[in-house]
């Protein structure tokens, strides 16, 4: 089973550019997730036959957004957190912008594990979301998993907005301290692997020079000063199932490239 995660910051834009479709039937993963697709399923249409789709939009319009494509109809489908669960936690920052309703997070439920797939919120420029994230999101999104785990295995997938060490983005000394790489986000991270989450990338490839995303400035990605900012990471059950995973920095379309992980 192939399952594929990607970022392509506008699914319109990547249509648009003629990325999506090649993508598509060249790696035809079993499960496709999506983040900050910017768009309502209504407001697009998608060639997909014999896949199943569901989409999370964010209320606010042409904003965030998650989206499962699967061959595979799941057992069951939550967008979001689930309420009773989402009420131990505050998700707005102090803006009063809330990332509760932004279309983040997408959990399909299939017989031997389950999917979620996440669009963590930037922590920012000035940092006015880091507080959200190390206070609220991160511990949130962790202990949700944690939850799922109780019941069947976890894959959970998706832009966490955080380099995890200095082996995973080109310039650590100059971005220590900034968004993507604080130690808040960091500790955020750990604590996904201290509680038994496994980062698949890192079971095959160790290292540097490996990044799923690239700034648009100064011709970043041709001169692959990345970051690896897009992960899969599983539940410990699940090691010895994981066969590849893989960073698809080939294929266009997007600031970021796909993700994927193989499993038996």
């Known amino acids: 089973m192939k399952i594929y995660s990607w970022n392509v910051n506008g699914i319109r834009?990547?249509?648009?550019?003629?990325?999506?479709?090649?993508?598509?039937?060249?790696?035809q993963p079993d499960i496709l997730c999506l983040q900050e697709t910017k768009a309502e399923r209504g407001q697009i249409e998608?060639?997909?036959?014999?896949?199943?789709?569901?989409?999370?939009?964010?209320?606010?319009?042409?904003y965030s957004g998650t989206a499962i494509f699967s061959k595979q109809?799941?057992?069951?489908?939550?967008?979001?957190?689930?309420?009773?669960?989402?009420?131990?936690?505050?998700?707005?920052d102090e803006l009063q912008r809330d990332s509760a309703e932004e279309g983040r997070v997408i959990t399909a439920e299939f017989d031997?594990?389950?999917?979620?797939?996440?669009?963590?919120?930037?922590?920012?420029?000035?940092?006015?979301r880091l507080a959200l994230r190390f206070e609220h999101w991160d511990p949130a999104f962790l202990a949700y998993c944690k939850l799922l785990e109780e019941k069947k295995p976890v894959i959970?997938?998706?832009d966490l907005n955080v380099a995890h060490t200095e082996f995973d983005l080109a310039n650590p000394k100059p971005n220590?301290?900034?968004?993507?790489?604080?130690?808040?986000?960091?500790?955020?991270?750990?604590?996904?692997?201290?509680?038994?989450?496994?980062?698949?990338?890192?079971l095959f490839t160790q290292g540097n020079g490996h990044y799923s995303w690239w700034s648009h400035f100064a011709n970043s990605r041709a001169r692959n000063v990345g970051w690896r900012i897009d992960y899969f990471?599983?539940?410990?059950?699940?090691?010895?199932?994981?066969?590849?995973?893989?960073?698809?920095?080939?294929?266009l379309g997007s600031d970021h490239c796909p993700v994927s992980v193989t499993l038996a």
């Not at 789709?53 to 319009?61: F, G, I, L, P, Q």
């Not at 220590?176 to 509680?195: L, Y």
């Open 73 to 92: 109809q799941p057992l069951s489908v939550i967008n979001g957190f689930p309420e009773a669960f989402a009420k131990r936690f505050r998700f707005a």
């Open 233 to 251: 990471l599983v539940s410990g059950q699940l090691r010895a199932a994981v066969k590849a995973a893989q960073i698809h920095a080939d294929v």
């Open 156 to 158: 959970f997938c998706g």
């Open 13 to 27: 834009a990547t249509l648009k550019k003629q990325q999506f479709q090649p993508f598509m039937a060249t790696h």
């Open 176 to 202: 220590r301290g900034k968004k993507g790489f604080t130690d808040e986000e960091r500790k955020g991270f750990q604590n996904m692997v201290d509680a038994g989450f496994i980062d698949t990338f890192r």
């Open 46 to 62: 998608i060639e997909l036959p014999g896949y199943h789709e569901y989409w999370n939009s964010a209320v606010k319009k042409g």
């Open 112 to 128: 031997s594990f389950y999917v979620v797939t996440v669009y963590t919120p930037n922590a920012k420029d000035d940092l006015s």
